[in-house]
């Protein structure tokens, strides 16, 4: 188990920042975020529209809050002039009182990052790098419909350790189509040699609108079966543990210490505001989106009525209702290897655990899918692989 | 419009149209609707006589309509045709045989391109059965394929009526149609009968208005029925005093002040309940009774029974509304109050056949925007016990323990199937896998012949009509009728699931195919219930003794593995998704089941 908590819980001045990137040069074959090409005038009018999103929308935020992590994700943000990336940061501390210790991740494509852009990046405050590598196969990757090969992840990787940076995340995939248990065993190895801090492997999720999806359908994608899958999870087990990672989140793996901050802030109930297009902010117990129109998000008029831009700006305003809220807790904070507390659970909403989700909590430990160990809930082994059936279950009934 | 009140007798026909399925019935009485200028082309929605979504989209009439039209004939006068529809479907034949009996002439429907099919003899059989005059129409004659010379010849050669001078029609494009409505009036005849005698009146149909109650449909043969009349039926032996009669406009009801010998129409009464007016019992003056009842009246019996349940069970009272109300429409069906084990709170509903059971399942589903869960289908059989009982056992769960049986009967039906001699052999195959024992073969022409096999009705209820067309590419076509019961080695074979008998899985099959079925069974389940955290058995079990076994495999991995940034709504409508999918599944203890599965037994064969 972890000794340091990655998050406090009592910290309630911290705030996230998220800011969307939302261009690449060529869309994968799975990819169903929002990002696509354009012309590269473009990328300075959506920063500059951006910049002033974050002026606007830090102040009625910024107030006795403190950023404790920014996240600049994508798309692919390291396909913008670094200059840019330079220029958010400083829209960012311009308003936003800023931590020195704040976690300040970049995600980057491997075929997108020459050394100057991790040194302009340094300088602009960023100290950690997200790379999205996905496979070391360079048959899968093409699969994938990856821009990179293994080797140009390599150069990056160099690269970016002699700018000096010493918090790396490496991005692995899952159940790519073609996958074996072979050729995952030799992905995971070239990237753990390497030394990484933190490595997160995700499934390929078949998305709706994809060509992936229309291959699955036509029946042409050979996705590896549940047993490969499986044991791709027992490969994955073995050599992380045997490298020195620790499991801290459902897709998540790190050294010591070197946990992203950020994105455990998403299942631990610490506010974020995202800047940007189709960005989700969870702030003051409510949720919302920006809009996922890019012409509307460029054609926004933040110029003297901010409530006008921003109520186009803002979508499926949701406020938490205490069973949201509940419902949270549970499947967001059960995806982390350390659970969730009975405690904290009392504290924030007044009530025992066991008088809400009692029955399911005793089902699943009594099966051995989740463990009891004091005070906490949390997965075993085997109740992590299958975690999407039980999480369902701690859905209220309205 | 002639004068209700003084209608001479000689101008009225009351007739019905039989035909085969798709021989195009209810487009000949659109089309004679619209030629009579009752309704105009305009008015006209396609087959005005099918009223029911269900019965327009599969093409069948199912609830009989009745309609009044007046035509004026090539002799000047005024002539009241009343058309009485009749059900399209063997499942319904006691409705169309009350029908005929309504009616006084028929007119038989031949297709100019398929000539006779099954339905069109057991129809024309029936109607010769009530003395019926028939009225030959060969219909379909702007097909290609069309051969009326053949057809003709086929209906004089095959029925024995006169068929030359046929009228040759297109129901469709109206061609011809005219001489139809002539020959109505020239071949068909007037009805008898006595406005003086005493009342008797043929209950053809009936219909539940909120407003009216029951309403009667009924061919007056003897007598006179007027509002204030006390009337009797004589079946039930419920009496009502008459708040109105009536006729059957198309689609409208118009009130007239009596109804007298020959005539057909309505009869309200504030009935509150449909099933004391039951379709061919005979409605009497009570102050002045006839001395019999029209004869041909039988109670309905149900042939086919099954579980309906709600696949919410929180809908199960919703469930009894809809049940009820369809009741009030439709006195063939019954239903009385079932619970399982697995399904929870339900009915057991019997009904004509199987088509009846899809048409109430789909009106269910649709009408009355029900999610249902429907066990297997099973028949009624008799159980002897060794106490010296018998008891009628429809629901296979409520079989007594083998100790207490003596023995068991199981109903037969006379099966008739009318094929073309190239899928002989496979129709023949088939019937002797469903246990067919073979009476005879006879031949209508070279080319076509009628098969006639005594079947188990409990072979015949799954799928026997899907599985005759497909082994006959659609040619083949087929009847039957209750023949009786006869002792049969009958088990039940019982589903297991985790260890754990499923009542609603379970059913009564003869011994010699109950390995077979039971081992079809297990396979199929195993394809139905999803992966689930355990490992999970399916067995098929006769009296504890395990006949086959198959494993569904427990799930080893469903991650929610993806980076949707900060995006949780989007995360939770995903999970919301999975509750949602186990939500349509039945649990049982820890497994659980999709309603799919309960359904996946009616199909064993289909493969």
């Known amino acids: 188990m972890l000794e340091k908590k990655i998050i406090d819980p009592t910290d309630v001045k911290q705030l996230e920042l998220y800011i969307h990137i939302p261009f690449c040069a060529r869309k994968c074959n799975y990819c169903d975020f929002l990002s696509f090409p354009v012309k590269e005038q473009d990328h300075a009018e959506y920063v500059e529209k951006l910049c002033r999103e974050i002026a606007l929308g830090a102040e009625p935020a910024s107030e006795n809050r403190e950023v404790s992590s920014v996240f600049i994700g994508g798309g692919t943000p390291s396909l913008i002039d670094p200059r840019h990336i330079v220029h958010i940061m400083d829209e960012v501390r311009d308003h936003f009182s800023v931590r020195k210790d704040a976690e300040i991740t970049i995600e980057c494509n491997p075929a997108s990052t020459l050394r100057y852009k991790f040194s302009l990046y340094k300088e602009a405050g960023i100290n950690r790098l997200s790379l999205g590598l996905q496979s070391a196969n360079d048959s899968e990757l093409r699969m994938l419909g990856r821009i990179h090969a293994f080797d140009d992840f390599l150069k990056c990787f160099q690269n970016a350790r002699m700018e000096g940076f010493s918090n790396i995340n490496v991005d692995l995939m899952n159940d790519i189509p073609g996958q074996t248990l072979k050729s995952w065993n030799e992905t995971l190895k070239h990237v753990l040699m390497l030394k990484p801090e933190h490595v997160s492997i995700y499934n390929l999720i078949v998305e709706e609108g994809t060509p992936f999806m229309k291959m699955y359908k036509d029946g042409t994608l050979a996705l590896p079966d549940e047993e490969t899958a499986s044991e791709i999870d027992e490969i994955t087990r073995v050599l992380t543990g045997k490298y020195g990672y620790n499991r801290y989140e459902v897709s998540n793996y790190a050294k010591p210490g070197y946990e992203c901050r950020h994105n455990y802030g998403y299942w631990s109930n610490v506010s974020y505001l995202g800047f940007g297009l189709g960005a989700a902010s969870y702030f003051s117990g409510k949720r919302w989106s920006n809009t996922r129109d890019f012409r509307r998000y460029m054609e926004l008029d933040f110029s003297d009525d901010m409530k006008a831009g921003f109520s186009l700006l803002r979508t499926d305003e949701q406020i938490l209702s205490k069973e949201d809220q509940m419902e949270e807790f549970m499947f967001l904070g059960l995806r982390r290897i350390e659970g969730i507390s009975e405690v904290e659970f009392k504290q924030r909403f007044q009530m025992d655990i066991m008088s809400v989700f009692g029955s399911e909590l005793e089902k699943y430990v009594s099966q051995g899918f989740i463990i009891h160990d004091g005070y906490r809930f949390r997965f075993s082994d085997r109740g992590m692989d299958v975690s999407n059936v039980i999480l369902s279950q701690f859905l209220i009934d309205r | ?607």
Not at chain 2, 238 to 261: H, K, N, Q, S, W
Not at chain 2, 285 to 311: F, H, N
Not at chain 2, 385 to 406: R, V, W
């Open chain 2, 1 to 607: 419009m002639a004068d209700i009140k003084n209608i001479d007798q000689s101008k009225i026909r009351n007739f019905c149209i039989i035909a085969h399925i798709d021989h195009g019935k209810s487009t000949l009485a659109d089309r004679i609707i619209e030629m009579t200028g009752t309704l105009t082309a305009r008015e006209m929605q396609s087959q005005v006589l099918d009223n029911m979504d269900i019965e327009r989209e599969r093409g069948i009439t199912i609830k009989s309509q009745t309609t009044r039209v007046i035509y004026t004939a090539k002799d000047g006068k005024e002539y009241i045709f009343n058309l009485i529809d009749t059900p399209g479907h063997v499942d319904f034949n006691y409705e169309v045989s009350r029908a005929l009996a309504a009616c006084d002439g028929a007119i038989l429907i031949v297709d100019a391109t398929q000539g006779i099919q099954a339905q069109t003899l057991a129809n024309t059989y029936l109607a010769l059965d009530h003395d019926l005059e028939i009225l030959p129409v060969i219909n379909k004659i702007d097909l290609p394929s069309a051969d009326p010379d053949r057809v003709a010849e086929e209906v004089e050669d095959v029925i024995g009526i006169e068929a030359m001078d046929a009228p040759r029609i297109s129901a469709k494009t109206g061609e011809n149609v005219a001489d139809v409505l002539e020959a109505i009036v020239q071949k068909l005849p007037a009805p008898e009968g006595s406005p003086e005698n005493p009342l008797q009146a043929l209950i053809f149909d009936s219909l539940y208005d909120n407003y009216r109650g029951v309403i009667i449909f009924c061919r007056v043969k003897e007598g006179t029925v007027k509002v204030g009349t006390r009337i009797r039926l004589m079946a039930s032996k419920a009496e009502f005093d008459v708040t109105e009669v009536g006729y059957f406009a198309p689609g409208r009801f118009i009130p007239c002040e009596e109804l007298t010998a020959g005539m057909v129409g309505y009869i309200t009464a504030s009935i509150k309940d449909i099933r004391e007016t039951r379709v061919g019992d005979t409605v009497t003056d009570a102050a002045r009774p006839a001395e019999k009842p029209l004869p041909g009246y039988k109670k309905v019996q149900s042939m086919v029974y099954c579980g309906i349940y709600p696949a919410d069970t929180m809908r199960y009272p919703d469930l009894r509304d809809a049940l009820e109300k369809l009741q009030l429409n439709d006195a063939a069906l019954q239903y009385e109050p079932e619970t399982s084990q697995a399904l929870g709170f339900g009915f057991r509903c019997g009904f004509l056949g199987l088509l009846h059971l899809d048409v109430v399942q789909e009106r269910l589903e649709r009408e009355y925007n029900l999610d249902l869960v429907t066990t297997a289908p099973s028949v009624v059989y008799h159980v002897y016990k060794t106490d010296g009982t018998m008891m009628e056992l429809s629901n296979p769960a409520n079989l007594p323990d083998p100790a207490e049986i003596d023995h068991m009967e199981e109903p037969i039906v006379e099966a008739e199937i009318m094929v073309t001699p190239e899928f002989m052999g496979s129709i023949m195959t088939l019937c002797q896998e469903r246990r067919g024992v073979y009476k005879s073969t006879e031949y209508i022409e070279a080319n076509r012949a009628i098969l006639k096999y005594d079947m188990p009705l409990n072979e015949i209820i799954y799928d026997f009509f899907d599985a005759i067309k497909s082994r006959s590419k659609g040619y083949a076509s087929f009847d039957y009728d209750l023949k009786g019961y006869q002792t049969s080695k009958m088990v039940k074979l019982d589903i297991l699931v985790n260890r754990q008998v499923i009542d609603a899985l379970s059913f009564i099959v003869h011994a010699d195919s109950a390995y077979e079925r039971g081992k079809k069974m297990c396979e199929k389940l195993k394809n139905e219930i999803p992966r689930q955290l355990f490992e999970i058995p399916i067995q098929a079990a006769i009296g504890g003794h395990i006949q086959a076994r198959e494993t569904v495999k427990a799930l080893r991995k469903d991650v929610l593995a993806k980076c949707y940034g900060g995006d949780i709504s989007r995360k939770k409508k995903l999970l919301e998704k999975q509750k949602e999918g186990k939500r349509r599944m039945r649990q049982f203890g820890n497994v659980e089941i999709p309603q799919s599965a309960f359904m996946s037994v009616l199909k064993l064969d289909s493969e």
